[in-house]
């Protein structure tokens, strides 16, 4: 019994159980309508594992993590915001700009490399940030919900970039910028070469080490300290003496760098350039990244390498097991919608836990 | 049951997969179902099982963006499953070929639209990959020359999506059909007034928009090369024609009498311009499959091959009207006339 | 009949805890039956059963004589059970009477009839004397209006049962003594009523027997009349308890705290405090009374800058803190307990050790070069939780938002007081708490004073201003009508002063 | 200017319509306390079922077919919806996840299925919903031209299920404790009131009109079910939403005010005064302006008070 009630208080425990039983279902769902619609999942799914290159070829296990380096950032954008009170439904918007800033960088300057592409990706972690403080301010001083004004700040973006991008850096063709010097580049021989061919690149560096940071900022800063106040409970924040508006814009712009540092990792490592008229998936995938890894930095990595490997195997897993990739968004979608789902079993569990504990510590 | 039978179905093909040759196709931005660009290459390749069961075996697959690298890795998808001959539409292709076609030289690529380079736009001969062309413009200068011929308003429109190559071309060329039917035909139709680029190929509630401004203003005739933009233009034209107005499209790519049909079965669709991308997917499977094969080249389908120009039949294009075209056509082969095929082009032109 | 209401052998678990365990509770028609026990000691749960919003494991219900199953509200509306909970079921943003209509709105051609519901329920509150206003918005009314709204509810539904989960917790003196009347009149009309308090005062005045419980347990039931307030306290502590607060004479210092001419506006812009004046003493508790909404709220926050100030001045040993920022005044050494501990004083979410730190979390040693430091944040609670005995489940590291309010209270109070602040600004530090929890803060606040820290009292109790302070400033209508010192005066001069009468008598 | 104005409010209208109608049904879901960001998603299921079922049955119900669909479009997405009641009233589930998996799950199947049935995810209709000058009100002077003129009788339809709303929501009981659970459940259980339905309810309605929502934008002014047909709308309608602060005739105001804007800029491209100013410019002024009405009139938008917590009769 109270090896049970350790066992279900651990919330350690439960983060881990939760996500992968839902991981679970989801395949198994999968797997049902591949042999409703009479494909062989096990195929299927070996296929897939070997196309995220699990197996046998580097080069494919090197675009698994070149896909998830921009989704760790952007789900990392979105969870940050959600852990201090914030719903940034606007990273997709933010990545272009900061991105955009650091691929017109990246062109227009002649700089050696040392000095070159740490200028490029900062700038890109600056204008993230500079977009969502907007939406930032606008929730500090007018009370305007941060869901619309980033939904609009996104579109807002796409059609800015549109034309800077045409009237400043435009490339060959009049949709997409020109190609970034190789000293703005992302991509290194070493890394390339590790993976045969991959483009794999910095950014997942980069990419780690800020889900390092902001670990460290909400756990052991007072700075996350005080951005979680805030973000439970504004009024006990202000009575503590806490500045309530100076945080919210923070988190919005923190989250927003992010972002930016996610265009950066993209358009400097996986593009080289920018393309108009494109507003990137990846903030809305992000959303469903930071859920699924339950708004903690690691569990950000774990769900961002599940999206990861999904999106680089799934082609492979058509062209070899000929079973449809469309089908894998479902499963995809089904993970999260189990994830969802779980997270009763999970509150449910600790709810239990804790007041079996009380009892006992009352006692 | 039908799981089973289907799953030993899908094995042995997989098994015995070396006889038939194996086509895959990689989409460009927009998905397969894109009526136009993608779907006309699709639909050749499809004509080429039809007709070639056993020939060949064929699949698509649509990459996780519009990047060289999701391209590279598609292709590499369609490699390492043992693909022989891989199409891909587009000039967003250029580079990813450029490399593809060195790391597989065992497979042939058919790259639409553009010619393989490292991004410095040299071009770079590859043995194993034939880089199609097309002469939008001359298709779209019909299309303007037929335009001219039949509004009755005087007030001709075009409404491209992006502007990409193709789509400039496309723009180019129609506004030289119209000003050269003003010059030699006895027209004095306006287009200038009515050339816009929305900006996207997605924005359907736009394209209608626009469509619709255009019409209340009196033009009678859109030519669209704008993807979903121009489905919204389809719409808005069918909704008046419907009302009994007297307004049309002139369609892209492929010939989208269908897409114009209305339920009393007649249709918007006053032509097409069009780029025969099926021809040329399947001559090309063809000639790797049977010989002639013109490997390492740059080839550009034209008028005079039929690789663009306008369908034959359509109620909409009166006969007379379109023997005229007929006779501007010729012309246009035999080379008395050339169709501009850039901005200055055009501006020469028009002098 | 003899019973209207069995309730036998109850037994209610919650995950891991039981509840209820075993209790047994009958009221007769036409009583006025008390239910008393400790914060936690399971009278909501026993009343939540009875009104079906929980149902038991174990134990039967009788009414009437009939045994029911009471699984929902409805049900037991039908039975005539009618509920003011501890926590005010209301919804802010609908007007009095959609909230009393609720779940039985009648219609009138194709809309709710809200005319012919309002006059009835004008009629209703002329019947029992319930004043409130049927068009007004929820979020707009006084606290006591809001609970007339609540005893409206079940007349509304002609219940003929009445449960009050500790009605008068929030409640000026006077609005108590009306809710006393109230009740006896509403027992004259026929009803039978089950009262949870806190306030032995008030059973002793009101209540014909009174059920005891204590951790879950049933103690017994007892005859007012025959029991005395002690033994009351002690049969629900388990222990003696002491009422009177024993303190010795004030040893007053020099002023520490001046408010000069002070004028604060309230949330819809009207002056709420008016040009007042004031001052409080080093070792010296001031007791400011007053019946709710005569400019507390707005003078309490303006003092610890939650409020703007309009004009006027505050002083603390000297300097103004006027225009100071918040976490700047409490360096000053201003202390803070504020009226909600749940909106203001607490992050629910956050554990009690990171609670404790609420103000002080970017100070050494909690915090090293912006970096918390957990064992010196752990050390810190652990002590204020040894000394000031606050309960939780898993101590340091508990939930706040799982501890009972009388717990929740003492985690502020101890924070605060660990702070040593000159000026210690106390609302409301016993709401809803149980005797031992009072005795127990009532005691530290003593010895605050003797600490030789200004203290200034806000309470709607007037025993507990009686009791703790020294002087007793009375403010109505956003002005101090009088200060009187606090051995010199009575219940009555004060409420009469607190009601705007009563001259400006200031003897000191 | 007159025919300006002639020309863009009637294609104003045919834009707003379903952006107001998706918005309402959110309404419905977030007044009963549930957090709809699956808009998108249900929005989607609708437009799918309609272009499906007047794909397969326009040949044999001709006109008919096309009324039909819009019920199964708005069927299809209540239906669709009660996955996400289940995960977030039954489940207690985090509302914004189960929100987004509604999104990611619906694309995902809209599509798949569209291939496996007709072999394309792009289903081109031969007719929609018919529009026409509506009889008397169009000699109206200046009203009937800008409202009347060219107009889709579902946009008729879309406001009065409006104004239906309004007077279900403020007028009918049922519309007391939908709002009541919206903002404070554990007071509506009290009163006897089935928090669970009514939320069940709520989220229904967003799924029905949602659906709808995408059948007419099919049905209208898109002629064509593909995914680019409507991605992005459920967003919108959800700012909308907001911007409305959850009150039906706000939210009629919202949608009106973006879809106006939304037409202007897409027109501005063809009127030569705006040749100067780039597209860009133009195609982005929608946004803009609403940020900038935002400042002004969104101060204190009040959101339900318990939008977005699960219910759970024992806490407190
Ligand atoms: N919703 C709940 N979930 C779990 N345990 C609960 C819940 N509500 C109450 N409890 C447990 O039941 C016990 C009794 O709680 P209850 O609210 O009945 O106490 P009470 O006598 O009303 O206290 P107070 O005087 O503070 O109102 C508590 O100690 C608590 O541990
Ligand atoms: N959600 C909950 N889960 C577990 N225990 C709870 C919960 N809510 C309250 N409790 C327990 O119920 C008991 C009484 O809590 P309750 O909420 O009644 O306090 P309260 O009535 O708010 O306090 P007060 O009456 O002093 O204002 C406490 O022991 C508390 O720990
Ligand atoms: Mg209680
Ligand atoms: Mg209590």
């Known amino acids: 019994m109270n090896k049970l009630i350790k066992y279900i208080t651990d919330e350690g425990k439960q983060n881990i159980i939760i996500p992968f039983l839902s991981v679970f279902l989801g395949f198994l769902v999968g797997a049902i309508i591949m042999m409703a619609s009479g494909f062989n999942p096990i195929q299927a799914y070996s296929a897939l594992l070997m196309g995220a290159g699990f197996y046998g070829n580097l080069q494919r296990f090197g675009n698994t993590l070149l896909n998830m380096t921009p989704l760790i950032l952007t789900g990392l954008s979105v969870a940050f915001a959600f852990r201090t ?34 200028l490029a990706v900062l700038s890109s972690i600056v204008f993230g940030g500079l977009w969502a403080f907007i939406p930032g301010l606008l929730k500090a001083k007018f009370k305007v919900h941060e869901v619309i004004s980033t939904i609009m700040m996104n579109w807002i973006a796409y059609w800015t970039v549109y034309d800077l991008v045409r009237a400043t850096i435009p490339g060959n063709f009049d949709t997409e910028s020109a190609v970034i010097k190789s000293t703005a580049s992302l991509r290194t021989a070493w890394m390339s070469n590790m993976f045969n061919g991959s483009y794999i690149n910095l950014g997942l560096f980069l990419a780690f080490i800020a889900v390092i940071i902001i670990w460290f900022i909400l756990e052991k800063t007072t700075f996350g300290y005080e951005l979680k106040a805030v973000g439970f409970n504004p009024d006990a924040a202000e009575y503590a003496g806490m500045k309530v508006d100076r945080n919210i814009i923070l988190s919005m712009m923190i989250s927003g760098a992010l972002a930016g540092l996610a265009g950066a990792t993209y358009y400097l490592g996986f593009t080289n350039n920018i393309k108009i008229g494109v507003l990137p998936p990846h903030g809305f995938d992000g959303i469903a990244v930071a859920l699924l890894g339950l708004l903690s930095p690691i569990g950000v990595v774990f769900s961002s390498f599940l999206f990861g490997f999904m999106n680089s195997g799934k082609l492979f897993m058509q062209t070899s097991a000929r079973v449809p990739n469309d089908l894998v968004p479902v499963i995809i979608a089904t993970i999260v919608f189990f994830s969802a789902a779980n997270l009763m079993v999970k509150s449910w569990l600790s709810q239990l836990g804790k007041s079996l504990k009380k009892d006992g510590g009352e006692k | 049951g039908c799981g089973t039978t289907n799953e030993t179905g899908t094995g042995t093909d997989t098994d015995n997969g070396g006889s038939p040759v194996k086509v895959g196709l990689v989409t460009d931005s927009g998905t397969i179902d894109d009526k136009s660009f993608n779907e006309g290459t699709w639909t050749g390749i499809v004509q080429y099982e039809e007709e070639h069961p056993d020939a060949v075996e064929i699949d698509y697959l649509q990459p996780g963006g519009e990047e060289h690298a999701y391209y590279v890795s598609a292709i590499n998808d369609l490699a390492d499953t043992d693909y022989e001959i891989i199409v891909t539409p587009g000039f967003k292709f250029e580079t990813a070929i450029n490399e593809a076609a060195a790391t597989h030289e065992d497979i042939k690529f058919i790259l639409l639209d553009g010619y393989p380079h490292t991004g410095d736009f040299e071009f770079v001969s590859h043995e194993n990959v034939v880089s199609v062309f097309f002469n939008e413009h001359e298709a779209a200068f019909l299309a303007g020359i037929a335009a001219a011929l039949s509004t009755e308003t005087g007030n001709v429109g075009f409404i491209g999506g992006m502007e990409i190559p193709p789509v400039q071309k496309f723009g180019w060329g129609f506004k030289a059909g119209v000003h050269y039917a003003n010059e030699n035909l006895g027209t004095d139709v306006n287009v200038d007034d009515n050339y816009v680029f929305q900006g996207t190929f997605t924005d359907v509630s736009a394209g209608q928009t626009i469509a619709s401004g255009m019409y209340n203003r009196g033009v009678d005739i859109i030519f669209h090369a704008a993807g979903g933009v121009g489905v919204g233009v389809f719409n808005e034209a069918k909704q008046r024609a419907t009302a009994g107005e007297n307004v049309f499209v002139i369609g892209v790519d492929v010939d989208q009498y269908e897409t114009g049909m209305m339920e009393d079965g007649r249709s918007v669709t006053l032509t097409s311009a069009v780029k025969r991308i099926d021809v040329a997917a399947y001559d090309y499977i ?66 | 009949m003899e019973y209207i209401i069995e309730m036998l ?86 007007t009095v009477t959609e909230n009393i209509i609720l779940g039985m709105e009648e219609t009138s051609g194709l809309s709710i009839d809200i005319k012919s519901a309002a006059k009835k329920i004008e009629t209703l509150s002329k019947q029992y004397g319930l004043r409130v206003d049927p068009y007004a918005k929820i979020q707009d009314i006084s606290v006591g209006m809001q609970q007339r709204v609540e005893i409206l509810k079940m007349l509304y539904r002609d219940a003929e049962i009445l449960i009050f989960d500790e009605p008068t917790a929030v409640l000026t003196p006077q609005e108590i003594e009306e809710l006393m009347k109230i009740m006896k009149d509403l027992v004259k009309e026929g009803k039978s009523i089950i009262l949870i308090t806190h306030k032995l005062k008030e059973i002793k005045a009101v209540a014909d027997r009174c059920t005891v419980i204590r951790k879950g347990k049933g103690i017994g039931t007892v005859n007012v009349a025959e029991t005395t307030k002690a033994e009351m306290a002690e049969l629900m502590v388990g222990r003696e308890v002491s009422f009177s607060v024993e303190k010795d004479e004030a040893k007053v210092g020099d002023v520490a705290f001046k408010i000069e001419n002070l004028t604060v506006k309230d949330k819809r812009g009207l002056d709420a405090v008016k040009d007042l004046s004031l001052s409080v003493n080093y070792g010296e508790i001031l007791g400011v009374a007053g019946i709710e909404g005569n400019g507390q709220t707005e003078l309490i926050q303006a003092i610890t800058g939650l409020a703007e100030i309009e004009s006027g001045d505050i002083l603390l040993k000297g300097e103004s803190l006027k225009s100071m920022p918040i976490r700047k005044r409490y360096s000053k050494g201003i202390g803070h307990i504020p009226e909600d501990r749940h909106k203001h004083g607490l992050v629910l979410d956050f554990t009690l050790e990171d609670n404790m730190i609420l103000q002080n979390y970017y100070k050494s040693p909690y915090s090293q070069n912006g970096i918390l430091q957990r064992n010196e944040i752990r050390k810190n609670s652990e002590k204020l939780i040894a000394e000031f005995d606050v309960r939780s489940g898993q101590g340091s590291k508990t939930l706040v938002r799982s501890m009972s309010g009388g717990n929740q209270q003492k985690a502020i109070i101890a924070r605060e007081i660990s702070n040593s602040p000159d000026l210690m600004v106390v609302a409301q530090p016993t709401r809803g708490l149980d005797v031992g929890a009072i005795e127990y803060i009532h005691k530290r606040i003593i010895e605050e004073r003797d600490k030789g820290r200004a203290v200034m009292l806000f309470s709607l109790e007037l025993d507990e201003i009686l009791n703790l302070a020294d002087r007793i400033a009375v403010i109505y209508g956003g002005k101090i009508v009088g200060i009187v010192n606090a051995k010199e005066t009575n219940e009555n001069e004060i409420g009469l002063m607190m009601a705007g009468s009563g001259g400006e008598d200031t003897h000191e | 200017m007159w025919e300006l104005a002639v020309s863009i409010f009637p294609l104003a209208l045919a834009y707003t319509a379903p952006l107001l109608i998706i918005a309402l049904g959110g309404l419905y879901s977030e007044r009963s306390g549930i957090v709809n960001i699956g808009l998108e998603g249900l929005l989607g299921i609708g437009a799918f079922s309609y272009a499906l079922f007047v794909y397969y049955t326009f040949p044999s119900l001709g006109g008919t077919a096309i009324w039909v669909g819009l019920l199964v479009g708005a069927l299809a997405g209540g239906i669709f919806s009660l996955l996400h009641g289940y995960a977030t009233i039954k489940m207690k589930a985090n509302q914004v996840i189960s929100g987004t998996a509604i999104n990611m799950l619906s ?91 009514m939320r069940f309810i709520g989220v229904f309605m967003s799924g029905i009109l949602s659906g709808l929502g995408g059948a007419i934008i099919i049905g209208t002014y898109s002629g064509e079910f593909s995914q680019l047909t409507y991605s992005g709308l459920g967003f919108l309608a959800l700012a909308s939403l907001i911007f409305g602060q959850w009150k039906p005739w706000g939210v009629l105001w919202a949608a009106s005010f973006f879809g106006l804007a939304k037409t202007i800029a897409d027109m501005s491209i063809i009127i030569p005064a705006f040749n100067i100013v780039p597209n860009a410019v133009l195609n982005s002024f929608p946004y803009v302006i609403t940020l900038i009405a935002l ?3 969104s101060r204190n938008a009040k959101s339900p008070k318990a939008l977005g917590e699960p219910y759970d009769a024992g806490k407190r």
């Open chain 3, 9 to 94: 052998n109850i037994r209610k678990e919650f995950p891991g805890i039981v509840a209820n365990d075993n209790i047994t509770l009958q009221l007769k028609p036409q009583e006025i039956h008390a239910l008393l026990g400790e914060n936690g000691a399971g009278k909501s749960t026993l009343m939540s059963v009875l009104f079906g919003l929980y149902k038991p494991e174990k134990g039967i219900i009788k009414i009437r004589g009939q045994e029911v199953k009471v699984s929902n509200p409805n049900i037991a509306t039908e039975l005539g059970i009618g509920m003011v909970h501890q926590h005010f079921k209301l919804i802010d943003t609908f």
């Open chain 2, 286 to 351: 063809d000639a790797i499959i049977n010989g002639g094969f013109p490997g390492g080249e740059i080839v550009t389908l034209t008028l005079a091959d039929n690789g663009v120009g306008i369908p034959e039949e359509n109620p909409n294009l009166s006969s007379e009207i379109y023997q005229q075209i007929q006779e501007i056509r010729d012309l246009v082969i035999d080379g008395s006339v050339v169709v501009p095929a850039s901005q200055e082009d055009l501006d020469a032109f028009i002098q």
């Open chain 1, 85 to 118: 009170g914030l719903f940034n439904i606007g990273a997709s918007g933010q990545m272009l700009m900061g991105g955009f800033v650091a691929v017109y960088i990246g062109i227009v300057f002649d700089f050696p490399r040392i000095i070159h592409l740490p």
């Open chain 4, 295 to 297: 400042v002004l009139f």
């Open chain 4, 107 to 197: 694309l995902a199947l809209t599509i798949y299925l569209a291939r496996r049935l007709t072999g394309s995810a792009n289903i081109q209709l031969t007719r929609g919903v018919p529009r026409r000058n509506i009889a008397p009100f169009y000699d109206i002077p200046i009203i009937g031209p800008l409202f009347f003129g060219n107009a889709y009788i579902t946009t008729f339809i879309v406001i009065a299920i409006v104004a239906l709303s309004w007077y279900v929501l403020y007028k009918r009981p049922f519309g007391l404790r939908l709002r009541a659970c919206g903002e404070n459940p554990h007071a509506a259980d009290s009163m006897g009131i089935n928090v669970t339905i």
